[in-house]
């Protein structure tokens, strides 16, 4: 049986709620001439009525709004951290079931997504998981309570991105005070992750409204943002436009306004070269890496540069053998570390679109390989040479004169 008097069944579970016990009452006359004229019967003692609040399909209901059933989220706080990998799965796809009720799951849960079999029966290097593991365990039992969504209100959307995930949450205005109604992001993609920290919250808006499209169709939908994304993306006519990120026509359908946050929103600490300032003053490395998948012959390059006015003080490319592109990106790093300390730089900025290279630097994410631990350890040894280092990941058109030299390396075939 589909959806009745406007409420949700499931398979034999039918939940119903009205503001008034007279409407309730008409609710109820209604739903059980339906039962009757389909044939369909319905147990006594194991159905509620009038009650001011019910369990259902894990939720606990009331007029308030909606909470994760509390008897079930407390069973999860004595869990142990999984012994295999498939283990870390299930606990990854239990979560699914309360995504929406955990605002920022994704970022918490993206170094989860990092682990492999060997590592966790290994039990090696898994500090942070097992950091991120409680930290979702704490948030399944403390879930908020999501108000329930009014069709007649505004809807309102607050996007939030970070390095590597996209987050929003579904809201409502209530005496000034904005109620979340839904919680939803993901883990972005490897092209997502070069995106502009704009182009990643049209991400998370684009997630709302595909995820809760029925909550919202037909719906004003306000959209606090530190940028005027859906703006800037619907005027956009170059590629820095991303078009495809969505259909366009989508957003002119519920983008009715744009209200820039003004502070509500602390923007994410995103490393680039937007954050240096006009007057900053000291060095710049910018590195890159590349490779042949036929041939394993690869090539690094590396550029030091002084601010103010990008004066190049070293500018090297280097042949490799036997090395995979990430191979040859950590190279570029070593080997422009190597550069800097040898001039005696004592704060470095260090720039690459290696987003691996950068992260693993950064302790962001794990790195497994044998290959590439070495080199990551070879950069910490490097680190220590250094009063002050930087790192940031930016896109690959920042990093263009790096690029340059890399590639004329490996066609040239030569140091």
Request: net charge neutral; glycine share 6%.
């Amino acid at each position: 049986m589909g959806p009745v008097i406007g409420r949700s069944s499931y398979i034999d579970d039918i939940a119903h709620g009205a503001p008034t016990w007279d409407q309730l009452c008409e609710d109820l006359n209604a739903l059980l001439f339906r039962l009757r004229y389909w044939d369909i019967s319905v147990s006594l003692p194991k159905s509620e009525f009038g009650k001011l609040s019910i369990p259902y399909l894990s939720h606990e209901i009331s007029a308030e709004g909606l909470r994760a059933t509390p008897k079930i989220a407390k069973g999860v706080q004595d869990l142990p951290f999984p012994k295999t990998l498939k283990g870390v799965q299930s606990f990854l796809g239990s979560l699914n079931y309360y995504h929406k009720f955990i605002e920022d799951s994704p970022v918490v849960a993206a170094v989860l997504y990092e682990l492999i079999d060997e590592q966790v029966r290994a039990g090696r290097d898994l500090t942070k998981a097992k950091e991120a593991f409680e930290i979702l365990k704490r948030k399944i039992v403390s879930t908020p309570l999501l108000k329930h969504p009014d069709r007649t209100r505004p809807f309102v959307i607050i996007p939030h991105a970070n390095q590597w995930a996209a987050c929003a949450v579904l809201g409502q205005e209530y005496d000034g005070v904005i109620h979340p109604v839904r919680f939803t992001g993901r883990v972005l993609n490897d092209a997502e992750l070069r995106y502009h920290v704009a182009e990643k919250e049209v991400v998370a808006v684009m997630r709302v409204l595909d995820v809760f499209q029925t909550l919202v169709q037909n719906c004003l939908v306000k959209v606090y943002t530190r940028y005027s994304v859906l703006n800037w993306l619907l005027k956009s006519k170059t590629a820095d436009g991303r078009a495809g990120i969505t259909p366009r026509e989508h957003l002119d359908e519920v983008a009715e306004s744009l209200i820039p946050a003004k502070g509500r929103v602390k923007a994410p600490p995103v490393i680039s070269m937007e954050m240096l300032e006009a007057d900053f003053a000291g060095y710049v490395l910018s590195f890159d890496g590349a490779a042949k998948t036929s041939t394993r012959q690869g090539s690094c390059g590396c550029i030091i540069w002084e601010l103010p006015g990008w004066n190049i003080l070293a500018a090297h490319g280097f042949i490799l053998e036997d090395v995979t592109i990430t191979d040859a990106e950590y190279y570029g790093l070593l080997k422009g570390l190597t550069l800097a300390s040898e001039r005696d730089i004592q704060d470095l900025v260090v720039v690459g679109d290696s987003r691996i290279v950068i992260q693993q630097v950064q302790g962001l994410i794990n790195c497994n390989q044998p290959n590439l631990q070495r080199r990551l350890s070879e950069v910490g040894m490097l680190k220590e040479k250094f009063t002050s280092m930087r790192l940031a990941h930016i896109k690959r058109e920042y990093n263009q004169a790096a690029d340059y030299v890399t590639s004329k390396t490996l066609a040239l075939g030569a140091s």
